[in-house]
């Protein structure tokens, strides 16, 4: 009993005062805004726009009458599926038997930190669950800085600083490219440089490519090709199948990590015991790829191509400090050079401005400081989604994929975010 109410307390104190998570809470106050009647630009929540590939849907209709629980590690063909993906694509070989599938890559990386006894290490900005978890488990979270002077990336001398104070000591880091929420991601020579410092240091790599296919050029490049001895590939469905509700992610092991992958296993296996059935027949649809999926793939991503560059050209002539972004659905603007017009109007902080320019305009962003960053820093996540995927996918089918989308495109099937960057660079100028 004493062990219980000492668990408990333990417990308490690192819940207690923890907000809902940010991007989830955003989303249910623009579903609450707009059940008032107000027109909400719904720009916080990172879901992808499009749909779930048709093959994948028909997979899944198949095996709706699977209903067996699974090995708690993941059905065998999509454990193949997921192995051999990683080959086909990355050069990466993996054993089946060390791809771990659980219901979302949030799932997974929670029972992570759990079962792993060191830091977490974080660049921010970040994703917002990262830190959250650690701290309801009780981890240290050290907090990397970057800069919009390279990319909102982590530098491998920044890295290499971290670990030189204390060598031994056992960490966790996470990178995550094409990044939440800036979306930048690092070259080649980049990710050949951490890989040296993580790979001297002995640090483990999270790296979490959720975004890895939605690389505007398709060149997506996996830390693990350098450190592959090292690193945790973590992916699911989510961001480039267009199947964030269905909850399915995956982390892929080397051998040399087949301890963590047994611990946890072992605490999923007293979890969420196994992953949803027909979720993973339909994964293995998913993984395998084919025409029909590099056709889904290339088309996604020369629209979020040429929707990014349209709102990063308005956001820079507005005058924010934008990092260009190289994947994913996201910009993270600076609008520090306001910041005394934004004074003049009680505006002091990231969190008093994204409030305010949801009021004023309906625009739902979030601020920085969700994402690691100071409060008095005017950064913001923009998550550009509110537009129908479905009817952009097949108006951009009577143009070749060898080509460019006429610049019109965007305008006319990503009409509500452009409405929404025009009411954001309004704001801030007028």
């Not at 990172?46 to 749909?51: A, L, R």
């Not at 701290?135 to 979270?141: A, E, N, S, Y």
């Not at 946890?264 to 027909?278: D, G, H, K, N």
């Amino acid at each position: 009993m004493k062990q219980l109410r000492q668990f408990e307390k333990h417990l308490n104190l690192n819940v207690r005062g923890l907000p809902v998570s940010a991007t989830l809470g955003i989303n249910e106050l623009s579903n609450r805004l707009r059940a008032e009647g107000k027109d909400v630009y719904r720009m916080g929540l990172g879901q992808s726009p499009f749909p779930v590939p048709l093959p994948v849907v028909e997979e899944l209709q198949i095996n709706a009458h699977q209903k067996d629980y699974l090995p708690v590690r993941g059905l065998p063909a999509l454990q193949e599926a997921v192995a051999n993906y990683y080959q086909r694509t990355q050069r990466l070989y993996f054993n089946p038997e060390h791809i771990l599938v659980g219901p979302g890559s949030k799932e997974l990386m929670f029972i992570l930190q759990l079962s792993y006894y060191g830091d977490l290490v974080i660049p921010t900005p970040s994703w917002v669950s990262y830190a959250p978890q650690a701290h309801i488990i009780g981890r240290h979270v050290y907090w990397l800085p970057t800069s919009s002077d390279n990319r909102w990336l982590l530098t491998p001398r920044e890295l290499e600083k971290l670990c030189r104070q204390d060598p031994s000591k056992p960490r966790i880091v996470i990178l995550n490219y094409p990044n939440n929420p800036t979306g930048c991601s690092y070259t080649e020579q980049e990710l050949k440089e951490l890989a040296d410092v993580a790979s001297y240091y002995h640090v483990i790599l999270l790296s979490d490519e959720i975004y890895g296919e939605l690389n505007f050029e398709g060149a997506h490049i996996s830390i693990a090709r350098f450190y592959p001895e090292g690193t945790i590939i973590s992916s699911g469905l989510s961001k480039w199948c267009g199947a964030g509700g269905w909850r399915l992610g995956t982390f892929a092991f080397p051998s040399s990590l087949n301890w963590l992958l047994e611990g946890m296993a072992v605490v999923s296996s007293e979890t969420f015991t196994s992953t949803s059935t027909p979720i993973q027949y339909a994964g293995v649809r998913a993984f395998n790829g084919g025409p029909h999926m590099e056709t889904y793939l290339e088309q996604s991503r020369r629209i979020l191509r040429n929707l990014s560059t349209a709102v990063y050209d308005k956001l820079t002539a507005a005058g924010a400090n934008t990092a260009p972004p190289q994947g994913a659905f996201y910009l993270f603007p600076d609008f520090s050079s306001f910041k005394g017009r934004l004074a003049e109007r009680g505006v002091h902080t990231a969190a008093e401005m994204c409030k305010k320019i949801l009021t004023e305009t309906g625009v739902a962003i979030l601020p920085g400081s969700e994402f690691g960053r100071p409060d008095s820093e005017l950064t913001a996540r923009m998550a550009l989604v509110d537009f129908n995927g479905s009817q952009a996918l097949a108006n951009a089918e009577p143009y070749p994929l060898t080509g460019e989308l006429p610049e019109q495109f965007v305008n006319e099937n990503c009409t509500r975010v452009m409405e929404a960057t025009h009411k954001l660079c309004d704001w801030f100028t007028r």
